[in-house]
């Protein structure tokens, strides 16, 4: 899976697209328990970043391009191309991190 390319762009330099195989998602759902909650209140207050809330928000990330790359691999595919991140708040301490694209074969031009 890990040699699966996802890209923001609709091409690979170098690459040219020989078939769609269909759109692709990951998706993970992060919460930050009590002390990162109140850990982060208190940056917000006196004005920082929230480490804590970083770290989480980049797990999210990661796990969704995980299953992202997952479902592209059940397709055959060796790219993702198109790829757009959605971050939702769901209630307050949870975020929705949506990841999708679409699936591509390619060959090296």
């Known amino acids: 899976m890990a040699d699966i390319t996802v890209t923001t762009t609709d091409e690979i330099e170098d690459r040219a697209v020989t078939e769609y195989c269909g759109v692709v998602s ?28 970083e770290k989480k928000i980049k ?14 691999a059940e397709l055959d595919a060796d790219a993702v191309v198109g ?7 769901m209630r307050e301490g949870m975020l929705w991190v949506n990841i999708s694209g679409t699936a591509v074969r390619t060959r090296r031009e």
């Open 26 to 53: 990951g998706e993970a759902i992060i919460g930050a328990n009590v002390v990162s909650d109140i850990a982060g209140g208190i940056r917000d207050i006196v004005g920082g970043r929230s480490g804590s809330y």
């Open 59 to 72: 797990q999210g990330r990661e796990e969704a391009l995980k299953d992202l790359r997952a479902e592209a």
């Open 83 to 89: 790829v757009g991140f959605d971050y939702e708040e």
